[in-house]
Each structure stands twice: as C-alpha cells, then as structure tokens.
C-alpha cells in the first residue's frame, strides 16, 4: 500500500502553502525512498506555482532540489543503500532506451522526461515534489552526496549547481578562458563558484553596483555594472563565454557583442512562457558567435558535479528556513532578496 507522508502544498497561483499529507508509493524494485532533510526553493518552483508557464496541477508540491538520506531500498537497488546521502533533481524518470537516455542526456528524453513536480508519470499519476517529508524514486535518478558537502548547501546543487555546471563543462570554461556571468542570483553565484573552481578567469555583469562586493567575495575578478554608460561597450570582444541567468528579456545582440570570435552566450534562466527576446542574424554572422541554451544535466553529469563540488569545497550559499516561511521567501524571491538561495529544513514540514 501506498506511505502516507507530510508535504507543503499550495492549492492555486495565489494560495498560501498549507500542510498536506500525500501518498507516495510503494517501493518497487529499483525504488529508493528517501527521508528529505533540506529542500531547495528554486525560483522555477515560483513560476510553477504561480501558473506563469500555464498547465499547472493543483494542488501542487513544488521541489527539485532535494537531499537527505536514503531510509529503504527495493530488492534490485545496488546504487544506494540505507543510510546513504543522497540527492534528486528535476529529473524522476525517463524512457531509458532513446537516443537522449543512451547517451546520458535523459532530460532531453524523446518520451518526455519525467519531472519531480508537476509531471505526470509514465503510469498516468502526477508526481509530487521535494517539499514533504519523504520521497521515493526511482533508482537510476538518484545521485551521491560525496561526505565534505552539507547536506544543506547540498540541496541547491541538485538543480542550480548542475544547470550552471553544464553549459560551462561544454562550451569549455577553464584556465585561458574569460567567462561572464550576467546576474548573481541562486543560479548566478553557483555559475561564478563553478567557473573560478574550473581555472576561468569571471566576471559578473549587473544592473546595479549592490553586489560587487559578493561578486569579488565569490571568486570573481571583475565586476560590471551595466547601467553605466560605457561599460559594455569598453568589454566589447573580452569574452569566450556568457552564462545568462536572468529570465527577463535582455538585448541580446549586446550580450553577442561582447564575445570574442566563435563565443557563446548561453541562456539558462527560464522566463514566462510569452516571452520573446528579438536578435538580428548579424550579431551571431559577424564573429561566428553562437546563442545557445542549456537544461540541467543527464544524471552522469549531475554525479560529476557533486564530485566536482567536493572536491573544491562548493556549496551553494544559503539562508535556511522553516516551512512556515515558503511564502515569504517565494516573495523575497522574486524581490531578488535573497544571499543566495532558500533551503526549507523538511524537519519542520
């Protein structure tokens, strides 16, 4: 029979969050259930919730980026066992036999993969997320948390950490390479950790001079403000690679401009779903310039980023909160108020 485990959940877009109890299922076979211990609050989880990407299920339980412990395991798990620390992304399920799936890009899934929340499962029932109690997931989606890591600044890892690691393992950040980070939010700060720990040399680009200090203080060697006059235009050609954090609309042929010859700017951050963003084909033509986006990481590449993290000492920066505070902090959230990314103890769910 199905567990019945506490959750937080909200019932519309403008719903205050209130204590549910949820089933979760069975474990089958290759099932890991997993008593949560920290709950990262992604900013994805707000626009989700506030139905600003329209489809959501409601009631919702929001949560991606989840950490704990794994408390029981099926009969044909040999990846975790109890006891072990543990995270799960976005990611829950996926078809495992397409192109995507055998290259180890699952989240690219030619049947759809299936996401932590607000997903409905190859069986037809919807998935709840990392804001309750407990969980139970699939073996193949689990990932170790290497000791040396908090569990806590562990969480943010399971989504803003691989989503900033990924872009930058590809388009190749590393020593000789000079990398810009435009916004330092919970997706921002973990891409200027990330891209110093790689040997890049980062700058971080934003509106205002407020965290230049957090900036410097995070690993980055430059800082620049873009509402000065000229201060774009004095970069122009100084970079290899962008990572765009900002889910608001940018004038993207200003961003191409300040890359070097064959440079990418990558988007990352996810806006409301009417979004445009207008480019003309001259700002990519004149430098061989690329414009690319970038979505999480396959589970292989997730697992080499928690490694990566242990190895250097990384965590995502957090303020930790009780259940009772989702609300608010989902407001401080989209106030940009925030140093850098909220974690729910699950203690108090």
């Not at 697992?303 to 505070?325: R, Y």
Request: glycine share 12%.
């Amino acid at each position: 029979m199905p567990t019945s485990v506490t959750a937080r959940a909200t019932a519309g877009p403008s719903e205050p969050f209130t204590q549910v109890t949820i089933e979760r299922r069975d474990l089958g076979p290759h099932d890991v259930k997993i008593k949560v211990h920290y709950a990262g609050i992604c900013h994805s989880d707000i626009h989700t919730g506030r139905d600003e990407w329209a489809g959501t299920h409601f009631p919702l339980v929001p949560g991606h980026e989840v950490a704990g412990t794994v408390e029981e395991v099926g009969e044909a798990v040999t990846k975790v066992k109890v006891g072990d620390r543990v995270g799960v992304g976005v990611m829950v399920d996926s078809c495992g036999e397409c192109g995507a799936c055998t290259d180890g890009q699952e989240q690219f899934c030619e049947r759809g993969m299936v996401e932590q929340y607000n997903s409905r499962g190859y069986d037809g029932h919807w998935h709840d997320g990392g804001y309750s109690t407990h969980t139970v997931v699939k073996d193949h989606f689990v990932c170790h948390i290497p000791e040396g890591i908090g569990l806590d600044v562990a969480a943010p890892l399971m989504c803003a950490g691989i989503t900033t690691y990924s872009p930058l393992k590809r388009w190749g950040a590393g020593p000789g390479k000079r990398v810009g980070v435009v916004g330092l939010g919970g997706l921002g700060h973990m891409a200027v950790k990330l891209a110093v720990a790689m040997g890049a040399e980062v700058a971080v680009l934003s509106r205002t001079a407020a965290k230049a200090d957090d900036a410097a203080a995070l690993g980055a060697q430059h800082f620049l403000n873009t509402s000065e006059a000229g201060a774009l235009k004095a970069h122009r050609a100084s970079f290899d690679l962008i990572i765009n954090t900002v889910s608001a609309p940018l004038d993207m042929s200003g961003l191409l401009d300040l890359l070097r010859r064959g440079g990418a700017v990558v988007n990352v951050g996810a806006p409301p779903a009417d979004t445009t963003i207008p480019i003309h084909p001259f700002s990519l033509i004149q430098g061989d310039k690329v414009w690319a986006g970038s979505m999480i990481g396959g589970i292989a590449r997730t697992q080499e980023m928690l490694d990566f993290c242990a190895e250097h000492g990384i965590g995502a920066d957090i303020e930790l909160i009780s259940a009772d505070e989702i609300d608010t902090a989902w407001d401080r959230v989209v106030d940009s108020d925030v140093r850098y990314r909220f974690v729910i103890d699950a203690a108090t769910i």
